[in-house]
DNA sequence: TTTTGTGCAAACGTTTTGCAATTAT
DNA sequence: ATAATTGCAAAACGTTTGCACAAAA
């Protein structure tokens, strides 16, 4: 699942990674919102609580979690920003190039691939990066 | 389809886009290898045939074929590089965040869930970036 | 001929590095 | 106590911009 924040702070501790109030704040924001975050957004927001907070500690949660396979990197929405999912169970996300915002896909016919494509390819796999990318219904009228 | 070099090039002319020689180097290089290729690896090679060719110019022809779907954006593979993959077709890639390299994943076991994602969201769909990363078989075995 | 594309150089923004001060364990 | 983490500043990197020249149509 790795879901929820506290999943996410006990992949760290497990990791043997210590459990900062900057990184609890960090896994409560990818683990509660569904907005897949980029680094600087996830930065201005928790900025707000922990104004010391650096940019460069959000790019040294991220990379442990992405490292340890508990958060997934998306890659770009447009934007040239790496957008990051907390949930790291099996589905399919859309991006929209336009306003940048990712969305989950609600559909169920999505199976868990992982387990084939580790046997297909003998790779020791980390996470997933299962994405559409076009105009979101909003941006089809206003720009296009 | 779209997967040829003549493929990207009639999509090129066809949305009123010129066919310079640069252009056709390119789209040569993105139908004909499948290394799912960086815009630097792409300059690096066509640069050897055309040593006039700027970076610039791949960027955007690369922005060009993706904007018109006719070549997906996979994202980073490790490095900080976006690689492309002249294969529009549904299937699933694998990236190796060691060594850098992607690789079609032969399973047929993938559906074409694009019809299935613009229906349930409304999006207009440019592209899909369907890819798993961890290690590849070498890399596990030298640095892991 | 006219409009589009090219290539250079410089700018941009995101992310990474090196190091002293801080803090979780 | 002690080793890891933080945060600052500066740099690195891939990519984008502005403009004069060249080339496709």
Known sequence: MNSTSEGLTTTLKQAGLRLTPQRIAICRLLGESHTHPTADSIYLEVHTQYPSLSRMTVYNTLR???DLGAV????????DAIHYDGNTDPHIN??????????????????DLNALVARETGFKLLGARVLYYGFCP???????
Chains 1, 2 share one sequence.
């Open 94 to 111: 859309v991006a929209c190039i336009s306003c940048h915002r990712i969305e989950d896909v609600p559909a169920r016919q999505v199976v």
């Open 72 to 79: 997934n990197a998306l890659g770009s929405a447009g934007d």
């Open 138 to 144: 909003a941006c089809q009228k206003s720009t296009h």
């Open 64 to 66: 442990a979690l992405v």
